[in-house]
């Protein structure tokens, strides 16, 4: 008898760390794809691809971006709903970043340092 419910209790605690897993704090695809973001807007300010107008409204998406992502965290759990929010974000964020690239304006190319 004893054996036996050590064992249920075995599965519960495997189960529900299974739970705890799927649901943690840790963002490690957004955080890539932020830094990914983030050289993109680089290379448009260098390249003179972006204005400087440009590149400050893209900053600050960015910053809005990451400013969710910390209240996403801050319970402790980013759940599903939060985890497709921010993507979604960052999608919009992109196709922002790549029609600021592609648009007709234009800057002086960043002077290398």
């Not at 495997?14 to 957004?30: D, M, Y």
């Not at 050289?39 to 400087?52: A, C, E, N």
Request: charged share 30%; no cysteine; aromatic share 0%.
């Amino acid at each position: 008898m004893n054996t036996r419910r050590i064992s249920s209790l075995s599965l519960i605690a495997l189960f529900t760390s299974g739970v705890a897993l799927a649901q943690s704090n840790e963002t490690p695809n957004l955080d890539k794809r932020e830094a990914r973001q983030q050289q993109r807007i680089s290379q448009g300010i260098k390249s003179g691809q972006l204005t400087p107008a440009e590149a400050a409204n893209l900053e600050a998406r960015e910053a809005k971006l990451n400013a969710d992502e910390a209240r996403a965290k801050a319970d402790g759990v980013v759940t599903k709903k939060e985890r497709a929010r921010l993507q979604s974000e960052a999608n919009r964020d992109s196709k922002a970043i790549h029609r600021k690239k592609h648009n007709a304006r234009t800057a002086p190319p960043a002077r290398p340092e």
